[in-house]
């Protein structure tokens, strides 16, 4: 996998291009950048959220701030995709959020300036240098920002729902995200079991609830610690109640102390 990191105005860039002919597993996971992801080939689907997308050549993937997804290599055969990973603020991140949330999967079959902008990443990459290919790479993904702005409705793929549990489960979680104790407070709200709903959740979205809801809070209190908060003042906001379990889940997701995160 070929994998730059580019910084421009528009904020920090992480461009990779991988292929590869081997099967591999990607777990669900959820981060604040958005992430556009063109692809080309392979016997893949997509979840995010409570939809699962079955994946078509010339798919591009727009995947938003703090949503969980994962990409799912159904067999093991030619796998070949490009990706940005954008900051959340910025160029991009203004142009990508006037489309509507409701779009996820875009085709780019019958839009060959967006296949020719991706397959022209591989050209300068393999004939410029590194700082002339970041300048580049930055021009293409303006026009395709642009591009998938004013894409025609017709272009969106459709989706298949996950059960109507996962959609309600994910509404109740996201509107009551930093007061919820127990799982046990989701399932009674969906009148089933907590067992049952564990394992249907587990199911259908490959992570468990408790580890969703720790997971988004985390999120939230990485961008309130960039805008300038502390540590020590951002826990009990998020739903933690100590700082000690707060500080250690943060480590663990992110790699780094939650003091760390205005440096990086």
Known sequence: MKRHE???????????????HQN??????????YELIFF???????????????LKKYDLIITRPAVFHNLIINSACEYDRYNFLLSPSGEYADILSSISSDVDVINCADDPIIIDSFKKLDFYEENYSEEEFQKVACSLLTEICYKLKYKNDASVQPYKPLPDIIKKAIDYINANLFE???ISEVSSALFVSKNYFFRVFKQELKISPKKYIINKRLLRAQNLLRAGEKPTAVYLDCGFDNYTSFYKQYVTEFGYPPSQETKN
Do not use: P, R
């Open 40 to 54: 080309m080939q392979g016997d893949v689907s997509y979840t995010v959220e409570n939809k699962k997308f079955q």
């Open 180 to 182: 919820i104790k127990d």
């Open 6 to 20: 580019i910084i421009s105005n528009a904020g920090k860039i992480v461009y990779s291009h991988k292929y590869t």
């Open 24 to 33: 591999f597993y990607l777990k669900v996971h959820s981060h604040n950048e």
